[in-house]
């Protein structure tokens, strides 16, 4: 079965550093994406950056950048000069194409930006 | 185009009635998909839509909970005899899907938020 194990429930990043937040995902399928989305306590889900299980290159978008580890079935995303504003919990969540049409979420990572 | 819009977005209801959540996607999407949320948890999938046609549906989504879409635009979500346990946030998210791949952006509303007493 599919799953996404997030295994930091919270860190804190001093604003303008970098950060890493983990995930791990369990698969047999040799097609999936995988995601990151960030969940402001206004609780809108936001889009930030996918990454294709065939893609060699890492994705990148902006600040964002998806640190993708195929072997190790690890996808993390590092965020960039952190700023206040990216205070928010973050979601790693995975398609795999033979499981149907659905996203597999993980816990979340609650991020603290620290001034 | 104002992204994908939920209504309520806050409903307080006692346990054994009914409620009905309203999505309307973006609206060019063909897919339309609903999740719940706990406190601290993820999304977790409940069903999903290619335009009007249910196509998959979650073990979470019990004889209680109905789906609707019946022009392929809006969908309904309803709850019948609610239970504490439903008390949760519901998210609605869209997306075009041309082709199949594993790319597939959705686009989240802002959610509903149910408190059952």
């Known amino acids: 079965a599919q799953k996404i194990t997030q295994t930091q429930p919270g860190m804190f990043v001093q604003e303008k550093e970098a950060v890493t937040l983990d995930c791990t995902y369990d698969t047999s399928d040799q097609s999936y994406g995988l995601f990151w989305y960030k969940q402001p306590s206004s609780g809108e889900m936001i889009f930030l950056i996918y990454q294709g299980s065939y893609d060699e290159q890492n994705a990148t978008e902006g600040r964002y950048s998806l640190n993708f580890q195929k072997a190790r079935k690890s996808a993390n995303l590092v965020i960039s000069a952190s700023q206040l504003g990216d205070s928010a919990m973050y979601f790693c969540a995975m398609r795999d194409y033979n499981y149907g049409q659905n996203f597999v979420f993980g816990p979340g990572t609650r991020l603290s930006v620290l001034p | 185009d104002t992204g994908v819009s939920q209504n309520p977005r806050h409903k307080i209801t006692k346990r054994g009635q009914n409620v009905t959540f309203r999505c309307d996607p973006i609206?060019?999407?063909?897919?339309l998909y609903w999740y719940r949320q706990t406190l601290g948890q993820g999304p977790e999938f409940l069903t999903y839509f290619q335009n009007e046609a249910q196509l998959e549906k979650s073990r979470l989504l019990s004889d209680r909970f109905s789906a609707e879409r019946p022009k392929g635009s809006f969908s309904t979500l309803e709850i019948q005899r609610t239970e504490q346990g439903d008390s949760a946030m519901y998210l609605c998210a869209s997306s075009l899907v041309d082709g199949e791949s594993s790319y597939n952006e959705q686009f989240f509303g802002p959610g509903t938020r149910l408190t059952v007493l």
């Open positions: 609206s060019e999407h063909n897919r």
